[in-house]
């Protein structure tokens, strides 16, 4: 069975670019969790997803941060524009119960 | 202050030791979990255990949680090198939401 998946492995940008980043989760996992870690800091909550829909989004900063997941398969989350403040790593991770939770490998975000 | 701090922040112990690691909270939990993450890797679920849960096995690996002292601990028996790596207690509090919150880590060394 294929675990979570993320893309890209890293990215470098400027500051006000756009960056999307992308999580597979494992088939049939109904939830869909983003975290990240910023330098330095613990790994923080963002949001929550069950199927398509929004769960929990709590965690996110502000409105530069856009969580999709239609279809209720892979989820999206986009940083317009980004600041030097997001780089950090992103993770993502799903869920058949909710309870267990199985992580990618994280996207290494750098913005200059 | 912050749910589910790891102690000690590092620890550095020779291969065939046991290695105990800390982690106490502040808020009600319904499971706390316990992740690993190697150098540059996502994160590796080790271990969950229930609220109603005290102990609990997996392998080399024992997880003890003591909610009157809201705190746990992860005892890895045997080391070996290949156990190095950061550790991280998480807790829910199972609100439907179950999302994780994380402490600051244990960064384990385990000297050949």
């Known amino acids: 069975e294929a675990g979570v998946t993320q893309f890209p492995s890293h990215s470098v940008i400027e500051k006000g670019q756009t960056v999307t980043l992308r999580c597979d989760p494992i088939?049939?996992?109904?939830?869909l969790y983003w975290y990240r870690r910023v330098m330095g800091k613990e790994i923080k909550f963002l949001l929550h997803f069950v199927k398509e829909s929004k769960q929990d989004e709590s965690g996110m900063p502000n409105n530069r941060f856009l969580a999709e997941r239609t279809g209720g398969t892979y989820s999206t989350l986009k940083v317009q524009p980004a600041e030097l403040e997001d780089s950090g790593v992103y993770f993502c991770?799903?869920?058949?119960?909710?309870?267990?939770?199985?992580f990618g490998p994280g996207t290494r975000l750098l913005v200059l | 202050s912050q749910q589910g701090e790891e102690d000690p922040q590092a620890l550095s112990i020779q291969e065939g030791e046991n290695a105990t690691m800390n982690c106490s909270y502040k808020t009600s939990i319904n499971n706390l979990q316990w992740y690993r993450q190697n150098s540059g890797r996502g994160l590796v679920h080790l271990i969950l255990?229930?609220?109603?849960?005290r102990e609990k096995h997996s392998g080399r690996l024992r997880v003890t949680l003591d909610t009157s002292k809201k705190s746990s601990s992860l005892l890895i028996t045997a080391s070996r090198a290949a156990d190095t790596a950061s550790y991280f207690c998480?807790?829910?509090?199972?609100?439907?939401?179950?999302?994780?919150?994380f402490g600051k880590g244990t960064k384990l060394s385990v000297i050949p």
């Open positions: 998480a807790t829910d509090s199972g609100a439907g939401s179950y999302q994780l919150t």
């Open positions: 255990i229930r609220s109603n849960e």
């Open positions: 088939s049939g996992h109904d939830n």
């Open positions: 991770a799903s869920s058949h119960n909710g309870r267990t939770q199985y």
